[in-house]
């Protein structure tokens, strides 16, 4: 391989100098998002289940709450209760959800006190003991949700509460997050056991669902990236001998968590019936108004009456939903929509996309990429409109993962659920342009690489042929089209399972055994 193809090019400056937020999924995208970290969609996933005996199953999660430290106490990083988290599947081709999944969650406070001289005195910490799926008497606080599945318009639409398989309840418990393992003691096998089957209105298979706390599986150095692409091996250095180019970075999300919502749903009961690819995101929304609880629930009183859900607390909403936050294809927020548009964007839903097209027929990404490294031979395919980038981003592949009917120009996670399932040993993160037809970008999976696929999309390795001909879409480009884009950082197969909901446990907040 070449110098050149082995230099480190990251288009991460992007987000740092001109989009002015990480470079990460969709990790504090966008200014109004970054002050709500409550609802701010970090990853979305969505692909044909892998995990043995699953065959026929699609996995959904969407990720919330960016950048957690796991020793963030002592209140650690619960959902909002005053929030309405979507996952939305659009079978048709049109750019509208078809059916909806909705999560609602409530905290309790339990209100535990400890004598203090003459006194019961309200304590300050989460827990005061060990805490275990069957043993809760020592948690202070606790988080549950209800999911329902609407058919139709998300908010208009046929709402079915989707119940517990073995309890026949519409309400389920969330682990807490991994405080450590003297709280929680082998904390795997305690959130194993909030893993729930499902029966989903209309479906005639059973499902599942988890929401909990899980180890970030996203992948990315965003220190070098923030501070102008400043790398321990520069990209006009070779790696070194035996490294690989591709795997020579800093991972600066392996330290953090994330808050998973995972669902696993029979595909029959997502597509259509006579198209098998379906399109997703998540979305996360707020009431249009809030005020601020003048006599919010004393400590007092919440000792004496027991416990007490969130409605007491210091904020009071209302109204109809608005969205705030959106995630369907990763890292279009951070590389494709351009500053002023972050905040509107989010609010939308991708049946309004047309109006955001010019950003990826016209993308800016590969012209900063040829100013900042003209010097590497770094040049931005000269073709426009971009059709390759809308069929990536917005009508899905031809023979890959389009629609029998593409009704609309939606930025979606298309995934075609009659594609063949790659075992995980065999799966490759490199996705579609490596080989693996089951990868990004049809649907995604936690190993897929989508910074590095999607450099090299945005480059131009879509454009083909690179041989100079006629049909050559821009001959002075090929050898910058056909470069190995990377951040040089790729997954550690060990963050992540093969059995729903697939991402690794969550880093403890206490290190000590």
């Not at 996952?87 to 081709?93: A, K, L, Y």
């Not at 059916?99 to 004598?115: A, C, N």
């Not at 988890?210 to 006009?236: A, C, E, I, K, M």
Request: glycine content about 10%.
């Amino acid at each position: 391989m070449s110098m050149i193809k082995h230099r480190q090019l990251l288009i991460g400056v992007l987000a740092a100098s001109v989009a002015g937020g990480a470079l990460a999924s969709s990790h504090r995208e966008a200014p109004f998002i970054s002050t709500r970290p409550s609802v701010d969609g970090t990853d979305f996933y969505m692909f044909n289940s892998y995990e043995q005996g699953r065959a026929g199953y699609v996995t959904l999660i969407a990720n919330y709450i960016p950048l957690q430290d796991p020793q963030g106490g002592p209140n650690y990083f619960n959902l909002d209760d005053n929030a309405l988290y979507e996952i939305s599947i659009d079978n048709t081709g049109s750019g509208s959800a078809n059916i909806t999944f909705q999560f609602r969650f409530t905290t309790t406070t339990q209100g535990l006190t400890v004598p203090v001289g003459a006194k019961n005195v309200p304590v300050p910490q989460t827990n005061i003991g060990p805490v275990s799926a069957t043993s809760m008497g020592a948690q202070n606080v606790s988080q549950s949700y209800s999911v329902t599945m609407v058919t139709g318009d998300r908010r208009t639409g046929t709402a079915m509460p989707i119940m517990n398989l073995s309890t026949g309840s519409a309400t389920f418990a969330k682990p807490l997050d991994n405080i450590g393992n003297k709280s929680i003691p082998n904390y795997a096998a305690y959130a194993a056991t909030f893993v729930y089957p499902i029966t989903i209105p209309g479906c005639s298979g059973p499902g599942k669902v988890f929401v909990g706390q899980r180890q970030d599986p996203f992948f990315l150095d965003l220190g070098g990236t923030f501070d102008l692409v400043n790398y321990h091996y520069p990209y006009t250095q070779l790696v070194p001998s035996g490294t690989s180019p591709r795997n020579y970075g800093t991972n600066s999300l392996a330290g953090f968590n994330v808050t998973t919502l995972a669902l696993e749903v029979p595909a029959t009961c997502l597509t259509n019936g006579s198209d098998p690819v379906i399109g997703g995101y998540t979305t996360a929304s707020l009431r249009q108004a809030s005020v601020l609880n003048p006599t919010p629930q004393s400590a007092k009183s919440v000792a004496s009456v027991g416990a007490v859900s969130s409605p007491t607390g210091p904020e009071l909403a209302g109204g109809a939903w608005s969205q705030v936050s959106r995630l369907g294809m990763p890292l279009v927020n951070e590389l494709v929509i351009g500053l002023p548009d972050k905040d509107r964007w989010n609010t939308t839903t991708p049946v309004q996309d047309a109006e955001f097209a010019d950003y990826v027929t016209n993308p800016t990404l590969p012209v900063i990429l040829q100013t900042l490294f003209s010097s590497a031979g770094v040049l931005a395919p000269n073709v426009y409109p971009r059709t390759d980038l809308e069929e990536v981003f917005l009508t899905g592949i031809p023979k890959l993962n389009q629609p029998v009917k593409v009704q609309a120009p939606a930025e979606e996670l298309r995934l075609n659920t009659s594609t063949a399932v790659t075992p995980y040993a065999s799966q490759n993160d490199l996705g579609v342009i490596g080989g693996d037809s089951a990868g990004f970008p049809n649907g995604r999976r936690p190993i897929d690489d989508v910074v590095d696929i999607t450099l090299r999309v945005a480059m131009g390795v879509l454009l083909m042929p690179y041989d100079g001909s006629s049909a050559d879409p821009d001959p002075k480009s090929d050898a910058s089209r056909q470069f190995g884009y990377t951040d040089g950082v790729q997954a550690n197969p060990a963050m992540f399972t093969t059995a729903f909901p697939y991402l690794g446990t969550p880093l403890p907040g206490s290190p000590n055994d």
